[in-house]
């Protein structure tokens, strides 16, 4: 499996492609975004999709929204704003 892509900020975010099941809606104005799934009411996420919050890049959040990507199926890790 190739090396997760390091994921620095919300225009990075926005371009990564979709995974086989999910698809990403990213705001970049507003720093904010959703994970999408690609056939709606296929996940547990509350009304089929989930959240990325303006924390998503901040604090231990930033390692929490890894895992929440990665396990629907983006082979990212973000950066750590706070580091």
């Not at 999408?36 to 231990?60: A, E, R």
Request: proline share 5%.
């Amino acid at each position: 499996m190739k090396e997760p892509q390091l994921i620095k900020d919300w225009i990075e975010l926005s371009r990564v492609p979709a995974s086989k099941t999910h698809k990403l809606q990213i705001t970049t104005e507003h720093g904010n975004g959703w994970i999408v799934p690609l056939i709606p009411n296929d996940d547990d996420f509350i009304g089929g999709k989930d959240y990325l919050s303006t924390h998503t890049f901040y604090g231990k959040t930033h390692i929490h929204s890894t895992k929440k990507l990665q396990a629907c199926g983006f082979n990212i890790v973000l950066a750590n704003w706070d580091k």
